[in-house]
């Protein structure tokens, strides 16, 4: 049991190694379906599911939507650092 504690406790202290690919990108969605789902429980008085649904689906989307406009925007400033800004200079790009 001791063991079963210290190898639970220890697994806490090493990060999971989670890749920047497009297919690891994907759990973004349930982390984003649970956000939604919990802040719009904890914001209404009663729970009528039809409009649950709806006001969490809205939530989500809105949520996702500015998640993927800030990752295109801040992609954008990238290249434009990166590869325009040392062309403009003279310099060589990175």
């Given amino acids: 049991m001791t063991s079963e504690l210290w190898g639970l406790l220890g697994s806490f202290t090493t990060p999971i190694q989670i890749d920047t690919t497009a297919s690891s990108m994907l759990w973004l969605v349930p982390l984003v379906a649970s956000i939604a789902i919990v802040y719009k429980a904890t914001k209404v008085y009663t729970i009528r599911w039809k409009a649950f649904l709806r006001e969490s689906a809205v939530l989500f989307g809105s949520i996702m939507v500015f998640i ?6 801040i992609q954008a400033v990238a290249w434009l650092v990166t590869e325009q800004l040392p062309r403009l200079l003279g310099g060589p790009s990175f």
């Avoid at 993927?68 to 925007?73: H, P, Q, V, Y």
């Fill in 68 to 73: 993927i406009a800030a990752a295109l925007i």
